[in-house]
């Protein structure tokens, strides 16, 4: 059935010409206000979430153990005693002591004393009589593995190796700068290079296919000879399962081919996307390191979590062991306080939950989690929209350099946190409550794991796929409305339909070019983090000497662990980097489109594209403007008079704008 007159295409009309745009609108507008308000609550909560646990927390109840007497060893007065000593390990037993049971095995009852670490002979006599063997066999592995001394000579390696490590991620970041930047002269190179290659091996496989199966046919060797057997290796030698190898290879080379034949425009297009971003990053370098501060902001939220997840945890509250229990504080107790039982003592019996504080601790940590996967994705949010609004500057500057504007990434930064954080958390709040989702689903089957039948199993492992498929949607989308909310100023629901409709109107060119982008950065990234693992490995195991004596390779204790460091970090560096040109491909991708379904190359309406797009395109403007003239400057009466001219029957002429 045809669409009904006057009814909307089903993705939206196509963007209509608007003479006053020319890039990102600086005249704007604060934008969902709502959620604005409800983000700084939940940042004002969690900054009181963090004063609480400052207040009631200590973390040396994590770090440090306890004796009875509720000093902590190895600190203070027990600076040179770093290990407690249980006088009668056997009572911690809690299958066979009562009082353990009742407490939860959270004091063993029996007096603890702190150590410097070597046992008396008792100890050991007592170890040795009383232990099984099987304990004793333990205790002999954990003291042959000392992780204390591994951990000091790993510091000693990175004590030595630190410099040379810091220069592998420098050359690591010198070369990932240096493919992006190149990537204007051999992207054409590396894209034909790849499909050449594929279609080379799909050919070779269906060369060895039909050799297989030849061999095997003229053998005579039948699927029917062998029947069912376990041996996998057995149906490699018919002739059924190489002619089925045969088809297979055969339509994946067809479907290439094909692709290459009827979407070539699409990927020259692509690569031209790919080029022009790598100009934009050349021009705007300091784009470059811009994820460094997004890094320290994602460093900072996880720091926050982990301390305030970590405060509230260890705020126990003791009891005094007299005939009746009440609160008592170990640096503070005096047992001649307590006339009526001279046995007084203050010793750890369990945690308080009693207070408000303590009822609602589990509730607590809950709002720890939620609020800090809400701000790192407002972090990375931040971030993407900073990077879209300093590269569309640059799309629709129509004099290229020249109309630029100064420090594009910082203004886009300051638009986006004076105009757009309501947005930008609105976003990151879908997200969240996505990951939420999934965060509990994972639980659940942790949980249940044991008890799950085969049906239960398959419908949690459908229902994570399912989400899991829609994270990386609502990410997509976030992505895009990022870039037109840094564009047009406009709130997050009306940026996110109008950029899924832009791309479901150029689904096949989204599709070409995302994948083109995809194997570029991939083989950029294996180049950059390949190439510096192995020049790491050939200098730290000593096939590569240093310059005069200043490291020898020799010295280091275990030389993998600078190599680790050193691959970890290059893939960090080049993760860092070439998600700026991801962010830029996107962005100038998304600006092309507009300016196709904008503009049409008139006078009134010219193309804000590069030259090459242009051409790919058969497309041109229709005049030439002045260096420094832009397409909507204010026309003449003379000016207007000689379009209208141009506009009636008459022949087509070119003129220049004075």
Known sequence: MGKKEGEEPEHGEPAQFDPSFNGPLKKRSCTDIICLFLFLAVILGYIALGILAWLYGDP???????????????????????????????????????????????????????????????????LTDTAPSFLLRFVDILNGFNAKDVAIRIFEDFASAWPWILLGLVIAMLVSMLFLLLLRFTAPVMVWLLIIGLLAAGAYGIWHCYWEYDQYRLQGAKISDVGFTTNVKIYLQVQETWLAFLIIVSLGEAVILLTLIFLRTRILIAIALIQESSKAIGHMMSALFFPLFTFVLLLICVAYWSATALYPSTCPFLRVQTNGCSFCSFQSFNSSKYQDCASARCIFITYNEEGLFQRNLFNLQIYNAIAFLWCVNFVIALGQCTLAGAFASYYWAFNKPGDIPMFPVTGSFMRSLRYHVGSLAFGALILTLVQIVRILLEYIDHKTRSAQNACARFILCCMKCCLWCLEKFIKFLNRNAYIMIAIYGKNFCVSAKNAFKLLMRNIIRVVVLDKVTDVLLFFGKLLVVGG?????????????QAPGNSFSSQNLNYYWMPIITVVFGSYLVAQGFFSVYSMCVDTLFLCFLEDLERNDGSIQKPYYMSKNLMKILNKSNKMSLGQGDLPQKKMTSQHEDQIQNLNGPKSLKCFKIH
């Open 60 to 126: 040396r109840h994590v770090l440090y153990p306890r004796n009875s007497t509720g000093w902590f060893c190895g600190v203070g007065p027990n600076k040179d005693k770093p290990n407690l000593f249980y006088f009668d390990i056997l009572k911690c037993a809690t299958s066979v002591n009562v009082m353990a049971s009742a407490l939860n095995g959270l004091q063993c009852p029996t007096t603890q004393v702190e150590t410097n670490g070597t046992p008396s002979p008792l100890l050991h006599s007592f």
């Open 532 to 544: 510096v693992g192995v020049l790491a490995f050939f200098f730290f195991s000593g096939r590569i």
